[in-house]
């Protein structure tokens, strides 16, 4: 097994180090200096040195630069009274968190409650480039040999320095299979294992200690499966697809028998530079393909973001806080906002969607004892991490046969392809109960027409179900009758997403920490469901440049109910998910899996742990795609309130007030097409 340093992990430093699963906390301010003395208080304009009861900010340490953010305090409204920008995290003497930065408004006091939140985005970049580090110290000695080892390394939020000892310079070639290789672990998508353990025990697995630090007791360990048994500490990614992309940018010998190599991850545009360069010099033309599709991403990437990808931390000047900092702990005023208003404050800055197999679950999703089966635990900790990082995911080994997935885009495919007159036969409006087929633009969302058509459908509401709440669904759905076999198709695809979006559910119970059945009885035992078959034009602007508020296909929106299976169009990349600073994340089609999210009910049951993501539909292929959406949700009437168990997780506060799944429904479906008057003409 190979060696590799391994860091102090400052969890375990006093201090309380939060910063590994935790952005933004709020803490009491101990002690203040200025000029290096101690003071009670500091108003704007100076420059202060601030020490916390407990941090979410990573101070520099093994190589990593400290985290950027800010300390703050906020009135209701989330008007910030007071705010402190901070440069720079150092350890004082007795590994005590000193945060030096400077108040741009208002002033703080020892003894003070403030916020603490961290700049998610430039840790991310800081935490891409560290794992690179220790990727690259694996690849190197696989390159040019076992002898080479690390000698120092600098983690910036910009770029990365590694330092080796070797005895010549490296070549073109090896540094292009550095890159090749690191890339190569980039697509696969790994997801590294992060494991706490005694020192002792890290140390005998193969981590050895290195840049002279002190070590805890235990310590924080992170393996990269199928790539390496390397075992090392510190902030890091959790999935090499976070990583996006490397490019070496410089080497040089810095002393006698020590090389520097520089690198840059996590940059699309540099990334854009490393994948066009692997391209043009790849052995065989499968590689070369290879190389230029993951380039075509890239800029597709960079198209739809629409904002210049920046290398340099936030200006001098700026004072306000950019919206990649995090701010959970929020005032009670603003807490009580999060509730009228959908937040779109995702637990984390994902970058790519995560793929489970989720075949375990439903193997045994009625075993009495399948709490304790491994399998099923294994699955359960995907779920749980994927809804908390993303309210998205893929799943495959979901039983559906890939023919009927298929054939169910297809027979769409087939229906919108009809004359607009034929279509109109099942026209939606109010008085069918909002079941039927819409035209282009015709619905809308948040006031804008979204660039799609679709058939509407909603499992059957007979006259009077559920009191006049259910009045504006009553009605049988409309189904075609060309494709003849349409009707049928689907009403055997619905009863299959309903059967695999029960098991789903189970396990989500399960990663949620309660029974099995949570979501069964009074609340979603009798699941009410909604199902649209969506076909989305192809833009006229093709070439994507010129586009406007009418290219979009599906505007940003959360879904309502529990949970979404979307079966979506082979090939062509349209829909996006909206991570927490507010970029859009392609979920791109996957062979053989469903795309799976979370939506509004599902929200409010966990009190805000899993959030239903904000999600987004632009077509900018050349041709037509079809999309096959089913909502599994709760009971039509059943009131929904946070968990306990949610709770609890969540801090102890109840976050949400309760809400009845159809009147969140009723007033969705009124509300999302244009007026009848201006539908006709
Ligand atoms: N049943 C669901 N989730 N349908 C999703 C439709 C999203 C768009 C709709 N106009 C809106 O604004 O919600
Ligand atoms: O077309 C898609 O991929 C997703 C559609 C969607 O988000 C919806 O209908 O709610
Ligand atoms: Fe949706």
Redesign the pocket.
């Known amino acids: 097994m190979q060696q590799t340093p391994l860091e102090e992990d400052p969890a375990y430093a006093p201090g309380s180090f939060l910063g590994y699963d935790t952005f933004s906390t709020r803490t009491v301010v101990e002690a203040l200096l200025v000029n290096g003395k101690p003071v009670l208080q500091v108003s704007k304009g100076s420059e202060v040195e601030v020490f916390l009861n407990r941090t979410p900010f990573y101070a520099e340490s093994g190589g990593q630069i400290g985290d950027n953010g800010f300390l703050f305090i906020s009135q209701a409204g989330n008007q910030q009274t007071v705010v402190i920008e901070i440069k720079d995290i150092k350890k004082s003497v007795g590994n005590i968190f000193v945060h030096k930065g400077t108040i741009k408004k208002g002033s703080i006091e020892v003894g003070g409650e403030v916020e603490a939140a961290v700049d998610a985005k430039l840790r991310q970049r800081a935490k891409v480039h560290h794992t690179v580090t220790h990727l690259l110290q694996v690849v190197l000695k696989k390159v040019i040999g076992q002898e080479t080892s690390q000698t120092g390394s600098l983690v910036a939020f910009d770029r990365l320095r590694f330092d080796f000892n070797f005895h010549r310079p490296l070549l073109d070639n090896e540094l292009m299979e550095i890159e090749e290789l690191i890339n190569s672990w980039i697509e696969d998508s790994t997801l590294l294992q992060t494991k706490v353990m005694p020192l002792t025990g890290a140390k005998k697995a193969g981590a050895i200690a290195m840049f002279g630090e002190k070590y805890g007791e235990q310590v924080r360990v992170v393996k990269v499966p199928s790539v390496s048994m390397e075992l090392f500490g510190g902030t890091h990614v959790s999935s090499t697809s976070e990583i996006r992309g490397l490019k070496i940018i410089s080497k040089q010998g810095i002393a006698s028998g020590i090389r520097r190599i520089e690198a840059i991850a996590d940059n699309p545009v540099v990334v854009g530079i490393a994948c066009l360069y692997l391209a043009d010099r790849a052995k065989h033309d499968e590689l070369a393909a290879k190389w230029t599709l993951r380039f075509a991403s890239l800029l597709q990437e960079l198209n739809c973001q629409g904002s210049p990808y920046s290398l340099t931390v936030p200006r001098e000047d700026q004072h306000e806080i950019p919206e990649s900092v995090h701010r959970s702990g929020q005032t009670p005023e603003a807490e009580r906002q999060i509730e009228t208003q959908p937040s779109n404050a995702m637990a984390t800055d994902f970058k790519s969607i995560p793929l489970i197999d989720i075949s375990p679950l439903l193997a045994k999703w009625d075993d009495p004892n399948m709490a304790q089966d491994q399998g099923i635990t294994g699955v359960v900790k995907q779920l749980d991490q994927a809804c908390r990082e993303a309210g998205f995911f893929y799943v495959k080994g979901h039983g559906i046969p890939d023919s009927i997935i298929k054939e169910v885009r297809n027979v769409a495919r087939k229906f919108f392809s009809l004359p607009y007159e034929e279509k109109l036969k099942i026209k939606i409006s109010p008085t069918t109960g909002y079941r039927g087929y819409q035209r282009m633009g015709e619905?809308?969302?948040?006031g804008i027409p979204?660039m799609h058509e679709a058939i509407?459908c909603y499992r059957e509401v007979k006259p009077g179900m559920y009191g006049t709440l259910s009045k504006p669904l009553e009605g049988p759905n409309q189904w075609p009758i060309n494709p003849p076999n349409l009707k049928q198709l689907m009403e055997e695809y619905i009863s299959l997403c309903t059967d695999l979006s029960r098991k789903i559910m189970r396990g989500i119970a399960l990663a949620l920490g309660a029974s099995a059945d949570e979501f069964e009885g009074e609340r979603a035992g009798d699941p009410f469901w909604?199902f649209?078959i969506i076909g989305y034009p192809v833009l006229s602007h093709a070439n994507g440049k010129d586009m406007t508020e009418n290219d979009i296909g599906?505007?940003a929106?959360?879904?309502?109910?529990l949970l979404?299976l979307v079966n979506q169009d082979a090939d062509i990349t349209a829909l996006e998910v909206r991570n927490q600073s507010g970029e859009w994340i392609s979920a791109p089609p996957v062979p053989g899996t469903f795309v799976c999210n979370i939506?509004d009910m599902l929200k409010i049951l966990t009190n805000g742990l899993y959030e239903s993501t904000f999600h987004r539909v632009i077509n900018k292929s050349p041709t037509y795609r079809v999309c096959v959406?089913y909502?599994y949700e709760t009971n039509f009437d059943a009131a929904i309130k946070p968990l306990d168990i949610c709770i609890r997780r969540t801090g102890g506060t109840k976050k949400f007030e309760r809400a009845v799944y159809g009147e969140h429904?009723v007033s969705?479906?009124t509300?999302?097409f244009v007026k009848e008057d201006e539908l006709d003409s």
């Open positions: 619905n809308i969302t948040k979204d509407d909604v649209r599906c505007g929106h959360t879904d309502y109910g979404t939506g959406a909502f429904l969705k479906v509300t999302n």
